[in-house]
């Protein structure tokens, strides 16, 4: 090899080296903040659909992990008051326009839902992003809904036959959003026994 090449490879080699060092660093000190950003998000999804009348618990401490659809495993966040479950909240996902919605579903423990949010999605702005509450009401209209209020076959939007309005030109966003909220439903109905046993 010529002195030339050895005066490359020593470049790139230092260069390569002091990247992966920089990166290490930046990793280390820009993982707790993220995690904590990461918390404080959760305990806003979760205060928006747990009032905080409804625990005297941090729900996040006496969350379980449950078995979910499609082998995904669902943590549910328990509000507890006086050592009794008065309600859970966990993520929900949909199929919209522009791909996965997430939610978070709240339901209390006779399960009724105590509401709705959006967390996260990528719907088309002014349309399908109105499930967002500083967008528009619409997701407000699912508290105190629960299988059978609708009856199984309103849970679809109008315009399938359903009970539930959907945004003028952006009908899949609405359609899925319908359909996660009856799916975290049915998951509730099937693992109410457990969520509400108190350890």
């Known amino acids: 090899m010529k002195p030339r090449t050895y005066v ?17 660093v930046t990793d280390r000190v820009t993982t707790e903040p993220i995690a904590d950003r990461a918390l404080e998000d ?13 625990h ?3 729900p996040i401490e006496d969350a379980v992990t449950l078995p979910g659809p499609h082998d995904k495993e669902i943590t549910v966040y328990r509000a507890l008051r006086d050592g009794q479950v008065t309600g859970v909240a966990y993520e929900i996902r949909g199929s919209g326009y522009a791909g996965e919605i997430r939610l978070m579903l709240g339901v209390d423990a006779n399960g009724q839902i105590l509401g709705v949010r959006a967390i996260a999605h990528k719907e088309t702005p002014g349309l399908g992003d109105k499930i967002e509450v500083k967008k528009g009401d ?18 679809k939007v109008k315009k399938d036959g359903g009970s539930f309005d959907q945004f003028a030109g952006a009908t899949i966003t609405p359609r899925g959003v319908v359909a996660a909220v009856r799916g975290g439903l049915e998951f509730f109905a099937t693992h109410k026994t457990r969520l509400m046993e108190v350890n």
């Open 8 to 24: 490359h490879a020593l470049i790139l080699g230092t260069f390569c080296l002091g990247f992966g060092f920089v990166l290490a």
């Open 56 to 58: 005297d618990n941090n």
């Open 138 to 155: 619409w997701i407000l209209h699912f508290a105190g809904r629960a299988l059978g209020n609708p009856a199984a076959d309103g849970w």
């Open 42 to 54: 959760k305990l806003n999804s979760l205060a928006q659909v747990l009032p905080e009348g409804l």
